[in-house]
Structure formats: C-alpha cells, structure tokens
T-cell receptor, first 113, second 111 residues
Framework: GEDVEQSLFLSVREGDSSVINCTYT??????LYWYKQEPGAGLQLLTY?????DMKQDQRLTVLLNKKDKHLSLRIADTQTGDSAIYFC?????????????FGTGTRLQVTL | DVKVTQSSRYLVKRTGEKVFLECVQD?????MFWYRQDPGLGLRLIYF???????EKGDIPEGYSVSREKKERFSLILESASTNQTSMYLC??????????FGPGTRLLVL
C-alpha cells in the first residue's frame, strides 16, 4: 500500500529557515498536502500542491515537489516560535471519490530562541 | 466558518466499557473519517463514510465500528474498550476529492 515517511523531529533557531522533508510511494498521487497540528488541537491545512507542479510559494511557505524521486519538502522562512507544531505531509490517491489521504508520521518542529 | 466538532475533548473509560465518540460537521460534506493518532505512527485511518449509511474499513478497523445515520454525524464505537485503544481520535470531513477538515480531537484513556 501507500507509504509516507517523515523524520520525527527538527529543531531550528528563531529567524532561521526550516525545511521539513517527506517521501511517498504512490506515483499516482494527485495532490500532496501539508497539515499543521498545534499542541492539543486537530490538524489544519497549511498548503497543498498539485502533482503537475514542482513548486508553490505562499508567503513564508515554499513547497517543492520532486515527482521523479517522490520527495516533497516544506520550507518555512524566518521561522517563529508560533511555528512550533507537528507538521504532517499527506498524499491523495487518484482513485475513488473519498478523499482518503495517507499521512506521514509527522515532524515535530521545535523553534528555539 | 467551517466547523467539525467532537463530543468530548477528554474521556476516561474502563476496560470492557462500550464507548461512543461523536462527530458533527456543519458543511454538508459527503465524506467523513475517523483517524487515530499515536506518537511515532502518525494518523491511521479507522473507518470512513462517503454517504449516509455507507461505511468502509480503513487500515485499522479491528475493535471499532461506526454509524452514519445522518449526513452531518459520524459516530465511532468501541464495542469493548481495551487499554491498547488509548489514543487521540480525530474526526474529519471533506467534499469529494478535496482536503480534509479536522475536528479538535478526543483524547481517550482506557484504564
């Protein structure tokens, strides 16, 4: 079945850039997503990229997609303490009508002063 | 504003109890989902529903059942709670082929 992998932990200093990486196995994925989970809360959609794109920029966020290597990354510029959270990547298969996403394990981002 | 609500934020139950987790969405979404979240394992899909009274098993359905009698409501049932079902349970909804909207989660402790 589909598999999505992420490293579990990343620590960066405030003001630096953060790069969170994700690899996936399903080459038929249509959309790839990044969700953010703040402590004690559910997941919120942060951004997404369609599989025929290789980059998407949204303010401090840059998503890069390397479809050949099945590698997705999320770059957060000028990381702030409010960015401390767990970040999940997820892929959406190109089958069926249900949005049956496969999620990675999540990367806990810790921002230090 | 889009809203998915879950009946409880925290729940403590005893082994063998029947447990009901309720989820309600106000967006008229066709799809609803139940995930459990465990450290180091990410989110795993328990069950999903793409229409009223329709349900499909996810990756880890054992020990769980679901009910969707109305479009806005999707219930997760633990028939006989066990300690290995201690977890964070997340409900989500979506229109067809779109991203998921999540509720705040229910943290369940089974003693």
């Amino acid at each position: 079945g589909e598999d999505v992998e992420q490293s579990l932990f990343l620590s960066v200093r405030e003001g630096d850039s953060s790069v969170i990486n994700c690899t996936y196995t399903d080459s038929s994925s249509t959309y790839l997503y990044w969700y953010k989970q703040e402590p004690g809360a559910g997941l919120q959609l942060l951004t997404y990229i369609f599989s025929n794109m290789d980059m998407k920029q949204d303010q401090r966020l840059t998503v890069l997609l390397n479809k050949k290597d099945k590698h997705l990354s999320l770059r957060i510029a000028d990381t702030q303490t409010g960015d401390s959270a767990i970040y999940f990547c997820a892929e959406s298969p190109n089958t069926g009508t249900a949005s049956k996403l496969t999620f990675g394990t999540g990367t806990r981002l810790q921002v230090t002063l | 504003d889009v809203k998915v609500t879950q009946s409880s934020r925290y729940l403590v139950k005893r082994t063998g109890e029947k447990v009901f987790l309720e989820c309600v969405q106000d967006m008229d979404h066709e799809n609803m989902f139940w995930y459990r979240q465990d450290p180091g394992l990410g989110l795993r899909l328990i069950y999903f529903s793409y229409d009223v009274k329709m349900k499909e098993k996810g990756d880890i359905p054992e020990g769980y059942s679901v009910s969707r009698e109305k479009k806005e409501r999707f219930s997760l049932i633990l028939e006989s709670a066990s300690t290995n079902q201690t977890s964070m349970y997340l409900c989500a909804s979506s229109p067809p082929r779109a991203h998921l909207y999540f509720g705040p989660g229910t943290r369940l402790l089974v003693l």
